[in-house]
């Protein structure tokens, strides 16, 4: 059985040649759904590898539901389903053939039949591996992870090659296995907005370090700057006004409808409004809604910017 922590790591170290891959990287992943957060080269992938025994640390301890990935890393992989970033699978074969393939390898009973139809892809399940659209791909990766009956999924950038529809169906996906299962998945990725509609819990990691990690609402909260997002008509002749008006730290155009807008301490949503307004009204500017921002994204960049 796994315990409470579902991966613990300790002073981690990976090199390749010259660069540190890892750099005594020490995380936590509770029960849950967790993320893993931070730029191209983070070291992300790099742990993941180490986790599932594909290559070893050069330093540090790791342990993966209770056991160490030394001694232990057969037991390890009965324990845990993996989804890769790019997963190949045998053009040739079908879905259902290939996933009866790897129960038998798990020494599973599993029914590739009940997977893919947990997945979703019930009625596609004769059909060949090479027809698959990427999203059915990343549905068959998922039934794959999931035909062992783990306790812990590892997902390296899920939803990345996916368009909007795709993407919302797999995490949707997999918030409904979780809740079902009890199922835990640790999740890197790239794309903030997926991960904070998902996770209970993150890590931010930069050139190899974790520099912030616990529950994603603490963390957003905490890291929270007084910002507000705007969605108006014309940013660009709102934010030539506004910005050298009191109170106001920082602008930055967030979208051809929006500005983003960040307050000094002492002012409050509606001194911003009344700004907003005179400004508005003089320039002819629609303004649809003024909001606070409190996003994972804002979070990241005041995290990684600052390197806490």
């Known amino acids: 059985m796994c315990n409470e922590i ?118 596609s399940v004769d059909r060949k591996i090479g ?56 999740i890197a990725s790239h794309i903030l907005s997926d991960l904070e509609k998902v996770c209970t819990s993150i890590a931010f990691i930069k050139k190899g370090k974790v520099i912030k990690q616990g529950d994603i609402l603490d963390i957003v909260w905490n890291q929270m700057p007084n910002e507000f997002i705007i969605v108006l008509s014309d940013p660009t002749t709102l934010q030539q006004h506004i910005k050298n008006e009191d109170g106001i730290i920082d602008t930055h155009i967030a979208g051809s409808r929006s500005l983003l807008v960040e307050l000094d301490e002492g002012y409050e949503v509606q001194d911003l409004e009344d700004i907003v307004s005179l400004i508005s009204s003089r320039e002819n500017i629609k303004v649809y809604s003024i909001e606070k921002q409190s996003s994972l994204e804002g979070t990241f960049r005041r995290v990684i910017e600052n390197d806490y």
């Open 6 to 123: 579902m991966v613990s790591t300790k002073d981690l170290v990976k090199r390749f040649n010259n660069i540190t891959a890892l750099d005594k990287l020490s995380l936590e992943v509770p029960s849950g759904i967790f993320g893993l957060i931070g730029p191209n080269g983070a070291g992300k992938t790099t742990l993941f590898r180490i986790l599932i025994g594909l290559i070893s640390p050069d330093a540090g301890t790791a342990y993966v539901c209770g056991q160490n990935i030394d001694a232990h890393l057969l037991e390890i992989r009965q324990l845990i389903g993996v989804l890769h970033e790019r997963p190949v699978y045998p053009k040739s074969l079908s879905a259902k053939h290939y996933l009866q393939h790897v129960a038998n390898l798990y020494g599973s009973s599993s029914s590739p039949d009940e997977y893919l139809a947990l997945v979703g892809l019930s009625e």
């Open 131 to 186: 027809s698959y659209s990427a999203g059915m791909i990343q549905r068959l990766g998922l039934a794959q992870a999931l035909i062992g009956k783990p306790k812990l999924v590892l997902l390296d950038e899920p939803t990345s090659n996916l368009d909007v529809i795709g993407r919302e169906a797999i995490l949707n996906l997999v918030v409904d296995l979780h809740q079902k299962y009890k199922t835990s998945f640790l």
